[in-house]
């Protein structure tokens, strides 16, 4: 059963939780997060949606039975770091569950001077948007599910077709602001078909290409090894 619109259940949970307190992992180094650079990852728990495909479910959706990583030794382990990086990548989980998000990256942005990028699901366009204004992420990756009628099915009913197209087409008016900040992928998980991608392409704002990545269950990949 879809929730009401604009219900969220698990923003609820997470709204009175910074970023730092839904930290849970951190990869040091990273090749393929973020392509042409070096990059450090930064794994938030939790996510209002249930993808029945997901690649990480775990820290989406059990993230509460692990501890977080520390504020002091992120920061440490990041400063020490920053000269080899290109960059600091953001992803969840979903991160912009969390409303001071902007306020977030805008910090580490100005303590770490590197480029962030965001990783998105697309469902919280007012916290990418105020991201934005902060100037605090230099690009946003957002993940287009299906064409809209199949997002119930994508994302475990947590979505309805007409609540994707609505806050969906508000992501897609920020990127038309800002085209050199934003890219939209889409993992091509089983359920979706040739006629999707091609369905979806047709979404995406004038001049967007939609990048697609292969679908790969969950690796169980993040770090729990520096837990505080
Ligand atoms: S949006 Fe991403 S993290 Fe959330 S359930 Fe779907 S695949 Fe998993």
Known sequence: MAFPEGFSPYRVMCNDLSPWS????????SLCDWPGRVCAVLFLGGCDLRCPTCHNFHLAWHSQDDPCLSRTGTLDMLARKASWLDGLVVTGGEA???EDLPEWLAELHVRLSLPIKLDTNGMHPDVVE???ALQAVDLVAVD???P?????LLTGNRISAHQA??????TFKLAELSPDRFLFRTTLVPLLTPEDIQAMSMLLP???TLHTQPFRPFQGRYNK???C
């Not at 809209?148 to 119930?152: Q, V």
């Open 22 to 29: 839904r930290l849970r992992g951190l990869e040091p180094m």
């Open 96 to 98: 912009t569950l969390s």
């Open 130 to 132: 105020r991201s934005l």
């Open 144 to 146: 287009i599910k299906g």
């Open 148 to 152: 809209w009628r199949k997002y119930p």
């Open 165 to 170: 197209k609505a806050t969906l087409r508000q």
């Open 206 to 208: 004038s001049g967007f």
């Open 225 to 227: 090894e520096n837990a």
